[in-house]
């Protein structure tokens, strides 16, 4: 798997939408929601399993006027090497964060160096053949009547995308602590826990 991600992203939105469907093959639409990102992002704009394809897209990019940069498969951290938290709790001195399993995880807010904030989309995509027979006029005057319908078979794809706010803690020396807004446990907040507008 290799990343392109964009970066330094100017506020002439309309115009980077434009530059970016056209060097992915995007509608403008699905290019302008990649854009929303906080202080010019950097925004991963798409992945590919081959790296050759990867720098294509990369070099597309840049020739539309886009920072692009690729983080290749060996340079990405995988969900193996993370703690993920299923609860958390905000102590004195350190962000406490418990996973699944029941393991511990405490994270001195002195040490902390970054906190990466994000949405993780991910597109499932469904592939179904469909048969369909519809009556043949040319068919049945040419069999006498012994065939009347033509069997005609198409591909239907459906692709769903969900969306997940996630946070990435790091700290020197610790697990990068991953934090999915589904996956949580929001107890710990006690009666600050409210409904708020996503």
């Known amino acids: 798997m290799n990343i392109i991600a964009i970066y330094n ?12 469907a056209a060097a992915l093959g995007k509608t403008v639409y699905e290019a302008r929601s990649r854009l929303r990102v906080p202080q010019g992002g950097p925004s991963i704009v798409a992945v590919f399993h081959e790296l050759e394809k ?11 006027g886009l920072n692009a940069v690729i983080l290749r498969h060996e340079e990405i951290e ?11 709790e905000f102590a004195g001195e350190s962000l406490n964060v418990k996973s699944l399993q029941g393991e511990r995880l405490i994270l001195p807010y002195h040490d ?14 469904e592939t179904e053949t469909v048969k369909e027979r519809k009556f043949s006029m040319g068919r049945a005057l040419m069999t006498s009547g012994l065939m009347m ?7 239907v794809s459906t692709a769903e995308k969900d969306r997940e706010r996630f946070l990435y803690i790091y700290a020197p ?5 991953v934090l999915r807004e589904n996956a949580l446990r ?3 907040l006690g009666k600050e826990i409210h409904l708020s507008r996503a």
């Open 173 to 177: 020396g610790q697990q990068t602590a």
């Open 149 to 155: 319908t033509k069997t005609k078979s198409y591909e």
């Open 186 to 188: 929001y107890d710990s």
């Open 9 to 20: 992203l100017d506020k002439d939105e309309d115009r980077l939408s434009k530059a970016l």
């Open 112 to 125: 902390i160096r970054l906190i990466l904030y994000g949405t993780a989309i991910t597109v499932h995509t």
């Open 54 to 64: 990867a720098e294509d897209s990369a070099a597309k990019l840049r020739t539309n």
């Open 78 to 88: 995988f969900d193996k090497a993370r703690f993920l938290a299923r609860s958390f």
